[in-house]
């Protein structure tokens, strides 16, 4: 089946394994737009379309638990122009990766290696703050609807950090039964989703009792996944697992699951309407699902392996 027209204006993707950023055509996935030249390696990324921007943080040169030159720069991509426009130092701190935005209009960013989420003011794209997230393995974040709690995953410590926004402060962590790998919340901010590093599992955290009430097995799934993300609607939850090639559908009571084979090492989506798109950095593949068939529609070709992807 071939892609349908849509009201995008364009896609950006993060070539992890090409060490690029990409522009796609909304309506044919064709590669429009190629910048190189980044620092290795580029992985996560922030789009604001109001804005006009996207920002791509430059991790380093390996991976979690293993990055033996972090990086310290946000990249800033103007929309518009399709152009690297600039970078944020965020020295002292290193290893970036995770960011997301808050209703303040700051922009809140994992900083690994230095046990910090950093604060950066869009205005001037400077850091203007750093919060303590109480783990050098802190390496996702999401942020509750409400604005109020920023949780980080803390990966081999098997915890997750509880940080009061609006006084920037550590208020505690929330201790999983394994190691984990990914963090998503739910759009009424009362559930924290834990993805297991060790098993195909999912720890539901009650955010009001602060503490694991719920683990959730993922069918269909062999190994261990990765990466959560709820639809913006809320009308289901995907999880991809990178060594097993999959992504589930999960409906928002956990009571109902499908896991969907698609390419390989699958990591970060994007929705756009009833379609789910998965970035599939092993074989550079991008899956489009059909959400409400909870099947694979079709896939094509996108650098050497996305990470991630974003609709403007």
């Not at 920037?168 to 901010?189: Q, V």
């Not at 060790?198 to 069918?219: H, K, N, Y």
């Not at 809320?234 to 009571?253: K, M, Q, R």
């Amino acid at each position: 089946m071939s892609p349908r027209p849509n009201s995008s204006r364009g896609v950006i993707a993060v070539d992890k394994i090409g060490t690029k950023v990409l522009f796609l055509n909304p309506v044919t996935f064709e590669t429009e737009v190629a910048l190189d030249g980044f620092a290795r390696t580029v992985h996560e990324l922030l789009v604001l379309p109001e804005a006009g921007l996207a920002y791509v943080p430059i991790f380093g040169d390996g991976i979690h638990g293993r990055n033996p030159n972090p990086g310290h720069l946000l990249c800033i991509i103007d929309l518009e122009q399709r152009a690297h426009v600039g970078d944020i130092d965020l020295r002292p701190y290193i290893a970036p990766h995770t960011l997301r935005l808050g209703r303040d209009g700051l922009i809140y960013i994992t900083c690994e290696n230095s046990a910090v989420v950093a604060v950066i003011d869009r205005s001037t794209h400077k850091v203007v703050e750093a919060i303590d997230s109480g783990s050098t393995n802190g390496h996702r974040l999401v942020i509750s609807p409400d604005g109020e709690r920023l949780y980080t995953e803390n990966e081999e410590d098997g915890t997750v950090s509880v940080i009061d926004l609006p006084r920037r402060r550590l208020l505690g962590k929330i201790k999983t039964p394994r190691p984990l790998a990914g963090i998503a919340i739910s759009p009424d901010g009362r559930t924290v989703v834990a993805v297991d590093d060790a098993q195909p599992s999912l720890f539901l955290i009650d955010t009001a009792e602060g503490r694991v009430t719920d683990e959730v097995r993922l069918e269909g799934v062999p190994k261990a996944a990765q990466i959560a993300r709820y639809a913006p609607d809320d009308s289901l939850l995907a999880v991809t697992s990178l060594n097993s090639g999959t992504v589930s559908l999960i409906d928002p009571s956990f009571r109902q699951q499908t896991a969907i084979p698609v390419g390989s090492q699958p990591m970060d989506m994007a929705f756009r309407d009833d379609e789910l798109f998965v970035a599939c950095q092993g074989d550079g593949s991008v899956h489009v699902i059909d959400i409400p068939d909870r099947r694979a529609k079709y896939s094509f070709q996108a650098g050497a392996g996305c990470e991630c992807l974003g609709f403007f």
